[in-house]
C-alpha cells in the first residue's frame, strides 16, 4: 500500500515563528505536493516537486518555501507563520503523467495564534 | 476562470438510492485527465475513479461512475446504492496533458454529501 506520513496531524504555532511540515512518501514517486485546505475554497496548490531539488510555485506560494533534499521527502516551511496561514495542509505525492491519481497523507491542522 | 466547478456545496441522499453529484470543468487541452476524491470527517482523501479525455467508455469503479459528457465539458460522479459510509465530502479535480513537469491537480470547492438513514 502506498504509504504518504505528515510529521503532524495537528500543530499550534505562535506569530512568527518558522514552521516545519514534513512529508515522507514510501513509494518511489517524482512527484509530490503540498495543499492548503480551507472550507469552501476547496484544495489550493502552494508548491510542488517533479524531481529532487527541484520545485515549482503553485497558485499560493506567498509565505511559503519548500525542500526536497531527498526523493521520499518534500518539506513546507512557513517562513514567519501569519494567522491567515491557519489551515489544514496536505501533502501528496504521484508518479508522473496523466493518468495517475494522487496519493494523499492525513493532513496536518495548523493553528497560527 | 475557474477549471473546475462544483455547483452543489451540499447535498442529501437516502440510503440505498443513487445520487449525482455534478463537475463542470474547463481546458483548452486535447488531453486531460479528471478525478474524482472522497474526503471521509478523519481528513484523508481517497481516490475514487478516473477519466481520461480519449476514454470512450464512461469510468467505473463499484458503486461509483463517472457521468463523462465532453461536449458539455461536465464529469458528474453517480453513486448507487447510498450508505451511510458515503457520508464525505467529494472533490472534482482535473489534470491539464499540455502542462510539463508534476502534471499537479486542479480542485474544486467540494460537494458534502450527507446520507440519510
Known amino acids: 500500500d502506498v504509504k504518504v506520513t505528515q510529521s503532524s496531524r495537528y500543530l499550534v504555532k505562535r506569530t512568527g515563528e518558522k514552521v516545519f511540515l514534513e512529508c515522507v512518501q514510501d513509494?518511489?514517486?517524482?512527484?509530490m505536493f503540498w495543499y492548503r485546505q480551507d472550507p469552501g475554497l476547496g484544495l489550493r496548490l502552494i508548491y510542488f516537486s517533479y524531481d529532487v531539488k527541484m520545485k515549482e510555485k503553485g497558485d499560493i506560494p506567498e509565505g511559503y518555501s519548500v525542500s526536497r533534499e531527498k526523493k521520499e521527502r518534500f518539506s513546507l516551511i512557513l517562513e514567519s507563520a501569519s494567522t491567515n496561514q491557519t489551515s489544514m495542509y496536505l501533502c501528496?505525492?504521484?508518479?508522473?503523467?496523466?493518468?495517475?491519481?494522487?496519493?494523499f497523507g492525513p493532513g496536518t491542522r495548523l493553528t497560527v495564534t | 476562470a475557474q477549471k473546475i466547478t462544483q455547483t452543489q456545496p451540499g447535498m442529501f441522499v437516502q440510503e440505498k438510492e443513487a445520487v449525482t453529484l455534478d463537475c463542470t470543468y474547463d481546458t483548452s487541452d486535447q488531453s486531460y485527465g479528471l478525478f474524482w476524491y472522497k474526503q471521509p470527517s478523519s481528513g484523508e482523501m481517497i481516490f475514487l475513479i478516473y477519466?481520461?479525455?480519449?476514454?470512450?467508455q464512461n469510468a467505473t469503479e463499484g458503486r461509483y461512475s463517472l457521468n463523462f459528457q465532453k461536449a458539455r465539458k461536465s464529469a458528474n460522479l453517480v453513486i448507487s446504492a447510498s450508505q451511510l459510509g458515503d457520508s464525505a465530502m467529494y472533490f472534482c479535480?482535473?489534470?491539464?496533458?499540455?502542462?510539463?513537469?508534476?502534471?499537479?491537480?486542479?480542485f474544486g470547492t467540494g460537494t458534502r454529501l450527507t446520507v440519510i438513514p
Open positions: 513509494m518511489d514517486h517524482e512527484n
Open positions: 501528496a505525492s504521484s508518479f508522473p503523467g496523466l493518468v495517475y491519481e494522487q496519493y
Open positions: 479535480a482535473m489534470r491539464e496533458g499540455s502542462r510539463t513537469g508534476a502534471n499537479n491537480l486542479f
Open positions: 477519466q481520461g479525455s480519449y476514454d470512450e
